[in-house]
């Protein structure tokens, strides 16, 4: 675990948020249950979706999804599924406690990125070699035909 990472958890830990990040991360954990019952909610939902935390945090929505983005690559949250909210779409997020889902996570995210990353390199397509964009399309097949598993 990165030591970012261990320092957000400490921080939330002691009840010491200092960050967006860990303004964000302690809300999805609140909301996020033990044995499927959130301990303040004391009902069956799980998970808080990003309309809530916007408006719970104050946060702006740029900034919101920015920090998302960055707790998902480091493993400590997921989208577990969608909802509708006065006629728009928000994900609903949750908070991973399990290390080994947590890496599974990191690894996802990390091919995720890679693929976009290889189908961005297109955009430069005039300034590639020809071997460039042959192992560029043999990176894309391999992750289409892995995605496929």
């Excluded at 939330?12 to 960050?19: A, Q, R, T, Y």
């Excluded at 998302?68 to 989208?79: A, H, K, R, V």
Aim: proline share 1%; hydrophobic share 35%.
């Amino acid at each position: 675990m990165k030591a970012k990472v261990k320092t957000w958890l400490k921080n939330i830990e002691n009840g010491n948020v200092k960050c967006y990040s860990e303004q964000i991360l302690k809300q999805i954990k609140n909301h996020t249950s033990l044995n499927g019952v959130p301990s303040f909610m004391k009902k069956s939902s799980n998970g808080i979706s990003t309309y809530e935390l916007r408006n719970i945090t104050g946060i702006s929505h740029q900034t919101l999804t920015s920090a998302l983005s960055n707790l998902y690559d480091e493993g400590l949250i997921q989208s577990t599924y969608q909802i509708e909210i006065e006629q728009s779409y928000y994900s609903i997020y949750e908070f991973v406690r399990d290390d080994k889902k947590r890496l599974e996570i990191i690894t996802q995210r990390k091919k995720e990125k890679f693929a976009q990353w290889l189908k961005k390199a297109y955009s430069y397509e005039e300034f590639l070699n020809e071997a460039t964009l042959e192992l560029i399309d043999m990176e894309i097949f391999v992750l289409n035909k892995l995605g496929e598993k």
